[in-house]
């Protein structure tokens, strides 16, 4: 499991650790990290494509003949603008939220379980419909090597790495070996949650800003859209375990469940991410990105 040292990722694991017989796994950034009795952390930088391999290579070592039966990939993170870069000269929302998972799910799914589960964490952000920001076309070179941009640019490159996420799953949920092994694929959006790490490393006055339009603007939109209805942490964490421990399963032929209201939906999601022909091009992109084939 990745991010679950904090936020709704750390409440999550709570729930997840405390199923009886359950061994959990998780990569962590630093040290010092407070986790439930039993779960064993190991390092993981998701900034870094190397520090990735390095964290497959260790769970497969630490796990011998055993399989993975859940495979969670929960990591995020947002910037005030899209200008900081990954360990290989990506841009860094692109490169952790997406890069660095799509790496992690390519090393580690042939070690999952048959009837295993993969999870990853998207966001309703991805979709124009909900988000206006949300994009509209997708050129992962782009999203990897951004021009400087201006205000907005951080929410915008977020928004783009949650699309990339969605895609990302359901390119996964097609490949032959998965459906084959029964494996359930699931694109997870927790909904406006607060209380997160998102955007820490905003200026104090731009953190305030933020907070002010969540508690005006947001609640005005909340009364005629539910996606903007504020969740919390803890419901979005046990939710994201319900959906991790096969509590909350989409229905036949889908993969996406968005939490509205503190309740799992399953929407469709954008057009956009539902293009065949935009995860083909994003998961050939990524390989190369990656340097897998």
């Known amino acids: 499991m990745t991010g679950a040292t904090a936020g709704l990722g750390a409440h999550a694991l709570q729930h997840i650790a405390a199923q009886p017989g359950t061994r959990v796994i998780i990569g962590a950034r630093g040290s010092g990290r407070t986790v439930p009795p039993g779960v064993e952390v190991i390092p993981l930088d998701l900034a870094s494509l190397a520090s990735v391999s390095d964290f497959a290579d260790a769970v497969t070592r630490r796990l ?6 859940v495979l969670v990939l929960n990591a995020g993170m947002q910037t005030s603008n899209a200008e900081a870069r990954s360990a290989e000269g990506y ?35 991805h979709d124009p419909a909900i988000t206006p920001i949300a994009p509209k076309t997708l050129d992962p070179r782009a999203l990897a090597f951004p021009g400087k941009g201006g205000f907005g640019t951080g929410i915008r490159a977020y928004s783009a790495s949650k699309l990339c996420n969605l895609l990302t799953a359901q390119s996964f949920a097609a490949l032959g070996s998965v ?4 494996i359930t694929v699931i694109a997870f959006s927790p909904g406006l949650t607060g209380g ?8 104090p006055a731009r953190r305030a800003f933020v ?3 969540m508690r005006t603007v947001f609640r005005l ?27 909350v399963t989409p229905p036949p ?35 190369a990105m990656v340097g897998i084939d």
């Open 221 to 247: 939109i909340a009364l005629f859209r539910p996606e903007y209805v504020m969740g919390t942490p803890e419901r979005a964490g046990e939710a994201l375990a319900e959906v991790s421990l096969g509590a």
């Open 91 to 125: 841009e860094l929302t692109f490169a952790v939220n997406h890069l660095a998972h799509y790496l992690l799910a390519r090393l580690l799914v042939p070690r999952m379980a048959d009837q295993g589960r993969l999870v990853i964490t998207t966001s309703e952000t």
């Open 64 to 69: 011998g003949g055993a399989r993975i039966d």
């Open 179 to 182: 459906t084959t092994r029964q």
């Open 211 to 213: 907070t002010l339009l």
């Open 196 to 203: 997160t790490s998102l955007g820490r490393d905003s200026s």
């Open 253 to 287: 032929g889908r993969i996406y469940i968005s939490l509205v209201k503190g309740e799992p939906k399953f929407p469709d999601p954008s057009e956009l991410a539902r293009s065949r022909d935009a995860q083909d091009r994003l998961w050939r992109a990524s390989a």
